[in-house]
T-cell receptor, first 115, second 113 residues
Framework: GAVVSQHPSRVICKSGTSVKIECRSL??????MFWYRQFPKQSLMLMAT?????????EQGVEKDKFLINHASLTLSTLTVTSAHPEDSSFYIC???????????FGEGSRLTVL | GENVEQHPSTLSVQEGDSAVIKCTYS??????FPWYKQELGKRPQLIID?????GEKKDQRIAVTLNKTAKHFSLHITETQPEDSAVYFC????????????FGTGTSLTVIP
C-alpha cells in the first residue's frame, strides 16, 4: 500500500512557541491530504483538508490562523501550530488518499506536548 | 454532511469468541466503508473495506457486511485473539479522489485471554 510518513513523532515545546509537523507521501502523489487531531481514547477529529497549490479547507471551529497548513508540493503538507498553548497538546495525524484505490493511508502521528 | 455513528464504544470478549461492531451512516451518496484498527499511540491501519456494490466481504477472521437500504455496516471478528485488542474505527466516504472520510467514534475492544 501507499506510504505516508509524518515527522516528528514526538515534540515538546514551550508555551508561546510554534511547532511544524511534516506529512509526506513517499511513493505516490497526493493532491489532497487531511489533518486530524485525536484526544486520548477519542476518535479522529478532522481539522482541515490540505489541497496542493491552494488554501486549506478548515473544519468549523478550527482556527486557521493558529493551525497553519501549507501544501506546497504533491508529496508534502505541513501543519504549523502557532503560539502553542498547553491545550494544544494532542496527537496530530495526517493522511492521504492513495491514487488508484481511494484508500486512506495515515502517517505515524505526532504527539505534541506544550509545557 | 455525513454522520457516522458507531456502537458499542467498549467491548470485552473472551478469547475465541466473536466480536461485532456496528456503524450507521446518513448520506446515501457514501459508497466506500473502511475499517481501521488503531493500537495505542500508533497510526490507524486499514484492516478491511467494502464498497457499496458488495454486501459482504471476508478476509480470514475478519468480515464486513453492508446494508445499503438501512445504511449500516458491521465488522465481524471471529476466533478473537488477545492481539485483536485495540480501538476500531469505521468510516464512510464517497470514493472519488479528494472526498473526505467521516469516522465513527471508535470501539475499544478487549480480548480477555
Amino acid at each position: 500500500g501507499a506510504v505516508v510518513s509524518q515527522h516528528p513523532s514526538r515534540v515538546i515545546c514551550k508555551s508561546g512557541t510554534s511547532v511544524k509537523i511534516e506529512c509526506r507521501s513517499l511513493d505516490f502523489q497526493a493532491t489532497t491530504m487531511f489533518w486530524y487531531r485525536q484526544f486520548p481514547k477519542q476518535s479522529l477529529m478532522l481539522m482541515a483538508t490540505s489541497n496542493e497549490g491552494s488554501k486549506a479547507t478548515y473544519e468549523q471551529g478550527v482556527e486557521k490562523d493558529k493551525f497553519l497548513i501549507n501544501h506546497a508540493s504533491l508529496t508534502l503538507s505541513t501543519l504549523t501550530v502557532t503560539s502553542a498553548h498547553p491545550e494544544d497538546s494532542s496527537f496530530y495525524i495526517c493522511s492521504a488518499i492513495g491514487q488508484n484505490t481511494g484508500e486512506l493511508f495515515f502517517g505515524e502521528g505526532s504527539r505534541l506536548t506544550v509545557l | 454532511g455525513e454522520n457516522v455513528e458507531q456502537h458499542p464504544s467498549t467491548l470485552s470478549v473472551q478469547e475465541g469468541d466473536s466480536a461485532v461492531i456496528k456503524c450507521t451512516y446518513s448520506d446515501s451518496a457514501s459508497n466506500y466503508f473502511p475499517w481501521y484498527k488503531q493500537e495505542l499511540g500508533k497510526r490507524p491501519q486499514l484492516i478491511i473495506d467494502i464498497r457499496s456494490n458488495v454486501g459482504e466481504k471476508k478476509d480470514q477472521r475478519i468480515a464486513v457486511t453492508l446494508n445499503k437500504t438501512a445504511k449500516h455496516f458491521s465488522l465481524h471478528i471471529t476466533e478473537t485473539q488477545p492481539e485483536d485488542s485495540a480501538v476500531y474505527f469505521c468510516a464512510a466516504s464517497q470514493s472519488n479522489t479528494g472526498n473526505q472520510f467521516y469516522f465513527g467514534t471508535g470501539t475499544s475492544l478487549t480480548v480477555i485471554p
